[in-house]
């Protein structure tokens, strides 16, 4: 899927869900570097840049929630930040329309595995590590990334 049929998406759950009352120049992107997160929100006070952005690597393990992350990413441009209970309520709104929105996604979109070469003890982190500079924190050994999953 293109970053226009994400926009599209957007425009018809706008209509849909939120009567047509967020913002329009919001830009809807799939982005690489979304690895410990489904999707994300990012605005700033004073800037006109407004982006939902998408985890390809979380949509390629759940092809099925994109449309619930879009949802749950449009809650935040609604302008409500975090997931307190002004987010839930939202997001019970939505869900009674048949949606499945969460406060969390199912996992991290991405996770590596390193395994310490002395003690055989396995790690899993969300980012890559420098092997060079971490030891294991059990028995100091040397680390190696024994698989990405993606």
Known sequence: MFN??????????????????????????????LVASAGSYNWSWGSSDKTIKLSPHY????????????LHEMIHASGIRGHGERFKKEMRRI???????QTHSKERALTYTYV???????F?????INVERYVCGKCGGKLTLKKEVA
């Open 95 to 101: 869900n009674s329309f048949g949606w499945n929105v």
């Open 124 to 128: 899993k982190r969300s980012r890559r």
């Open 4 to 33: 226009q049929d994400l926009y599209a998406k957007y425009l018809e759950f706008n209509k849909k869900y939120f009567d047509n009352k967020l913002p329009l120049d919001v830009k809807v992107v799939w982005d690489n570097r």
């Open 116 to 122: 310490c070469k002395q003690c055989k003890h396995t």
């Open 59 to 70: 949509i390629k393990k759940f092809p099925e929630e994109l449309d619930n992350i879009l």
